[in-house]
């Protein structure tokens, strides 16, 4: 059983039961959480951040949710193994401020069942055969919301059915591991009338078809101190509306596409002495538009582009790792990424859709732990990335690109010794200022966050208070000194707007409080 609870009417409340034999085992559960509303480090509430929350909106609770999920695992034979599993989730009244509806309820399905065969034979060390249902119902509605958007409610649903076959084969080249996988997608979503349930716009996804059928495979090998990985993949992706696009036909009659995407990649790891190696790689990957990007038939003013192609990755990364006289360990990596035909909002005029572009990327990281004896260790770690475009979207003359993350530090010293633990860090970002403004990004402010967590583990210990046995205690503070900052940028389009504006900034939460206690018996 698990039991949190926190500032801002936090609680969390579950528990799971597991057990069974050799050839049988099970694990069943469910969580039940909810929240008020947050408030920033100035004390905003959380509806604050949208002007349009009405007198109900501003007192709402911000979540309510029930969680439940199982396991299954058979074993018909010694070496095969079938394992079952399913889970569903259904929260209610979540607030979005960010974007133009609350959520009224979404539900979420989710079942795979896999059958593992091992040591078949000499060239299947492990055959996997697997399959997937998932489902996911979305009810955004504007019930809180001042204005027209007040009697619009949506219904958005997604399921995708999914299957792989895997098989893992050693040989005296390389450890091969290759199946083919697939999935089929649908997803459609319509604009209701809340007070009077007539259609306002039955085509804001409309009923789009997706389809992938993937064949890949990978090779593994040590080579004295050299470790080697190499992989190839080939994807083709069909998308289709089956509904007229009322809105995109304004740019272009297309409404289906098939896409052919191969990517591969190759990693290598050379390890100067034991604990010290250097390591690279060079990648190409593939992201497809998604259903919005393509599709979304929001208005006039704001619709998908069908013949967007899918944004491609060209990566470059090294980095090296040590660890030095036992106690200091350290790493860091660089990587440079060219994304030719890469995603990008537009707007052209008054009208906001999709376009390609090229862009590319440059950053690094680097982390560090140094153990100071009797459970005490400090770590630190900082990251850094860096995004620009190699031609424009109309109407945007900016070159930094959107979703970039500023400079962050972190330093934390950290404390673990005989069931006891505890961690205080301090968590830094740099101002944004390499933003696109031209696409709605706002400058955020460089902020400092520290947080504390300090907890203890009731070991076994026989004949000492055995009722205590796997008992745990945590408590902690997040944003300990109730500072003001925000992390999401406003890029993004709004696709529960018919003007599709941009989302609006919305401010993290001030001084968290929490704490937890779980028991196992």
Partial sequence: ??????SFGYLSQGGYVTGG?????????????????????????????????????KSMDAFKKNDFWGKVSLKPAENQNLLLSSSYGEASDIMTPRVAMDTEKEKTYLNKVEYTFDDLSSISEQLKLSAYYNRVEHYPYGKYRTGDVNNRRIEAISAITGAQVENKAPSDLAVFTYGTDFYHRNWYGDVFNRSTGAIVNDKLFPDVNELDFGLYVKAERDIGKLSATAGLRMDVFHSKANEDL??????????????????????????????TNIFGGVGLTNRTPTTVERYVQESAGYYGNPDLKPSRNLETDIGFETKILERLKFKTK??????????????????KTYTNIDAYMFGGDATATYDLSQGFA????????????LDQPAGNNDKDLAEICPLKTKLALNYDKNGFFAKYEWVHSERSKDIDRDAGETPLKGWDVFNFRVGYQFAEKEGKLPLLNGLSLNFGIDNMFDKKYAVANSYEYDPTDPSGTNIRIVNEPGRFIYGSLSYKF
Avoid: C, W
């Fill in 378 to 389: 400090v770590e630190g770690g900082v990251a850094y990335q860096r995004g620009r475009k």
């Fill in 334 to 351: 660089g990587f440079y990424s060219y994304l030719p035909d890469y995603i990008y909002q537009q707007a052209i005029g008054v009208v």
């Fill in 246 to 275: 009322k809105f995109s036909k304004a740019m272009t009659d297309t409404n289906a596409q098939t896409d052919v995407l191969p990517s591969a990649n190759v990693f290598l790891k050379y390890f100067l002495h034991e604990d």
């Fill in 21 to 57: 034999s050799d050839s049988l085992q099970g694990l069943f559960g469910y969580n039940y959480s909810k929240s008020g509303q947050y408030k920033d480090g100035d004390g905003n509430k959380l509806s604050s951040f949208n002007p349009a929350y009405n007198d109900d909106g």
């Fill in 1 to 6: 059983m698990l039991s949190k609870f926190g």
